[in-house]
């Protein structure tokens, strides 16, 4: 529209609805990303009185478009004029979350929580209190569902009859004859929770959540249990076993596994909010139950947690558990079937052995790192070496080579490259868990194997590695132990070993530091300048340029 066609005043919004209306959905979505550089041209008032009202009353067919102006209107409020005119974003972002499309509401629903902190209390009370009432009562059931997100936002903020009123509202929430209105609000409740006074969540919210983790519904009920937590955490402690207890332990048997994997997945957090005497009383017989479970996913997502639940269970009873209750289930676990409920076992148990002392260990647990290192998946072996320092720590380094170097020297020539390669990247943490003289005399001469290995990728590993050990044990130590044996392969028959001790100077150059650098590695590179193969001349010539700027003027 030219200057000259109409009301000059009008442009902005004139070549929004224009492009607004047109067929092109990335024109469409790139005029609703600039609406902020739109509403700052326009100025304050006229964003209030002629973009807002715009903006609420278009209705666009693309989600896409949508979920960028529900995202926009989140970031509105200087753009309107400040808090004290805040307020008028509501009715476009009202009519968003009503939307069929989850994502489009869900964006809304974040907006309207982040504006809600701008209104002022009286605000609050007039405006944003009658949408959440609107959206809980509508017809449509997505309105109800994002209602349900609202309610933490308001409610600590207004009077305490408005406050009766939202209780009410979300109580109807939580008996939707829509379960995904049911499922919203069972995924609200803990956050909700947090913001009512303590009379309310025993008389009102305990027993909303007791109906919701027993609802027909199992995604209700995983629901319900994953904000379990909060609510425990909210009443006193002589309230949690009578009010609360009951319904968790039936949810770590729930018949549906989907729920006790929930459980399985927030244990430790429910044992935070429940204090010592009850995990000891209920959590560790229902924590027994979990890693017993039928279901190996179940099983898995409790494996994962041993090692927390048992550092939070009461320091007196603490190695009594481990020993009676937990071991017993770790034992049978580390021959599990499933190969991610091993693995999951495998990045924690080694966290055990401080818990359970020397002795205990050595009796107990090593003869189950040993098993899990032979076992025949290499993520479970390597889970257990990447966690070798807890065990380290309590049973000392030669204990705890005897048994670990045929593992590792068994995986170093696994016939997976993936596994010889992991084993590599490994190297470094064993290397400072087990100290310069051990890894001189029992882990050099394998590190070294790796750099004639016939897969490139291990070989180029090794470069890297050997970095990494320089960076740890010194310079100085680097060049009596691995520099003479990594150039004396510039003289090997096989071009593809002499590349190896170029890309090896490369690496090795920036830690190695121009001294060594001069006296040791440049007459080795300059020497293979004059090679026969083609490829090692042209490496030859990268490398210099790599090594050049360690190097001075001269």
Known sequence: MASGDGDDSLYPIAVLIDELRNEDVQLRLNSIKKLSTIALALG????????????????????????????????????????????????P????????????????????????????????????????????????F??????????????????????????GHFKNLCSDDTPMVRRAASGKLGEFAKGVELEFVKSDLVQLFNNLATDEQD??????????????????????????????????????????????????ELQNAVGSEITKNDLVPAFQGLL??????????????????????????????????????VKDLVLDPNQHVKSALAS???????????????????????????DEIPEVRLNIISNLDCVNQVIGVNQLSQSLLPAIFELAGDTKWRVRLAIIEYMPLLASQLGVEFFDEKLNSLCMTWFVDHVYAIREAAAKNLK????????????????????????????????????????????????????????????????????????????????????DEK
């Open 348 to 374: 924690v148990i080694m966290g055990l052995s401080p818990m359970l002392g020397n002795d205990n260990t050595i009796e107990h647990l090593l003869p189950l790192f040993l098993t899990m290192l032979k």
């Open 142 to 167: 997505t309105s109800r569902t994002s209602a349900c997100g609202l309610f933490s936002v308001a409610y600590p903020r207004v009077n305490a009859n408005l406050k009766a009123e939202l209780r």
């Open 468 to 551: 990494k050990l320089v960076e740890k044990f010194g310079a100085e130590w680097a060049q009596t132990q691995v520099i003479p044996k990594v150039l004396s392969m510039a003289t090997n028959p096989n071009y593809l070993h002499r590349l190896t001790t170029l890309y090896s100077v490369n690496v090795l150059a920036e830690v190695m530091g121009p001294d060594s650098v001069v006296k040791l590695m440049l007459p080795v590179v300059i020497g293979l300048a004059d090679d026969s193969v083609a490829n090692v001349r042209f490496n030859v010539a990268k490398t210099l340029q790599k090594i050049a700027p360690i190097l």
């Open 292 to 329: 017993k479970d039928c279901e190996a996913e179940v099983r898995a997502a409790a494996a994962g947690k041993v090692k927390d639940f048992a550092e939070k269970v009461p320091e007196d009873v603490r190695e009594q558990v481990l020993m009676t209750s937990l071991l017993p289930c």
């Open 93 to 140: 972002l009202e009519s968003l979350a009503t939307v069929e499309e989850t994502v489009v509401r869900d964006k809304a629903v974040d907006s309207l929580r982040a504006i809600a902190a701008d209104h002022s209390t009286q605000d609050l009370e007039n405006h944003f209190v009658p949408l959440v009432k609107r959206l809980s009562q509508g017809d449509w």
């Open 219 to 268: 995604s209700v009920r995983l629901l319900a249990v994953e904000g379990c937590s909060n609510i425990v955490s909210i009443l006193p402690d002589e309230d949690k076993e009578a009010l609360l207890m009951p319904t968790v332990r039936a949810a770590a048997q729930d018949k549906s596994w989907r729920v006790r994997y929930m459980v399985a997945d927030k244990f430790t």
């Open 44 to 91: 304050v008032e006229r964003t209030r009185s002629e973009l807002i009202p715009f903006l609420t009353d278009t209705i666009y067919d693309e989600d896409e478009v949508l979920l960028a102006l529900a995202e926009q209107l989140g970031t509105f409020t200087p753009l309107v004029g400040g808090p004290e005119f805040v307020h008028c974003l509501l009715p």
